[in-house]
């Protein structure tokens, strides 16, 4: 790269406000060290996917930044906070401004929707429950479930309509950043696309940062600004999509090069 693209890049990169900034982070299990001086900025308002093989450590990586894992070293920034060594009350601050959906929607079982949703509203804040049940149902609608639903318990929905609830939950606060870990995986191929036009919509109306860990290659294509490699217990490479086909490395060349890959390019031109 010559002076003047690094240059150039510099200045971007400095015209943008990381809303998070992860710097050093090692994450390690017994003898397995998963991450090693493993550095990422996330910019606010972008969709982000971070992909990765099996095991790279792309679900400890977004645990890590949400206090569900305490690493080895290193340094994380949420919104300016120091979510690892600053005070107490900033963390439990800074947990209002981002919401989390698991691959599995960790919902409560003995919940209701509705009453999942206002969970994190009862938590943090102090309005009356007719509110909370408004704002509960207004955040059911925006993701596109039935007002039905509110009522019934998460084994009473499908996969689908699962994950639409974990989504209201993450957005009952109104955050400005969503973490999504593998928000289409187990969807058949019509209900991961409506759920990436979903994600693709309130990213724009709402302006969220999006954290998304995922496979999915058509979702990549369909709404991430960028994208950012784990290999190598680090961030092997991040950009444009576009851009990882040019990477020399044999996973990101194969991932990015495959077959599969060069359908979800397509779809993602057709759309
Ligand atoms: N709490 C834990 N204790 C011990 N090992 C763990 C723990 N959490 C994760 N690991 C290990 O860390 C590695 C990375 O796990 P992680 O779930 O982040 O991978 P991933 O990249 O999300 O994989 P996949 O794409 O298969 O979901 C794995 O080898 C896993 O076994």
Known sequence: MDGTV????????????????????RNQFGQQVVHDDLDLD??????????GGSGTGKSVLLRTIVGLNTPAAGSIEVLGVDVLNGPEEDR??????????????????SLT?????????????GIS???????????????????????KFPSELSG???KRAALARALSLDPEIVFLDEPTA????????????????????LGLTVFMVTHDLDSLYAICDRVAVLA?????VEGPIEDMTKVDHPWVKEYFTGPRARAAQQKGQDR
């Open 129 to 151: 429950e007719k509110l909370m049940e408004a704002l509960g149902a207004l955040k059911i609608s925006l993701v596109g479930l039935p007002q039905l639903s509110c009522g």
């Open 42 to 51: 996330v910019w606010r308002g972008e969709v982000l996917g971070i992909v």
């Open 232 to 236: 190598e217990k680090r961030v092997l």
């Open 6 to 25: 690094q240059q150039q890049m510099a200045q971007a990169d400095a015209q943008r406000e990381a809303v998070i900034r992860v710097r050093g982070l």
């Open 92 to 109: 439990r601050r800074i947990e209002r401004h981002w919401g989390v959906a698991f691959q599995d929607g960790a919902l409560f079982s």
């Open 186 to 205: 187990g969807l058949d191929p019509i209900g991961a696309a409506a759920y990436d036009e979903l994600i693709g919509e309130l990213q724009q109306a």
């Open 160 to 162: 689908g309509m699962r």
């Open 113 to 125: 929707v509705l009453q999942n949703v206002m969970a994190p509203l009862r938590e943090h804040t």
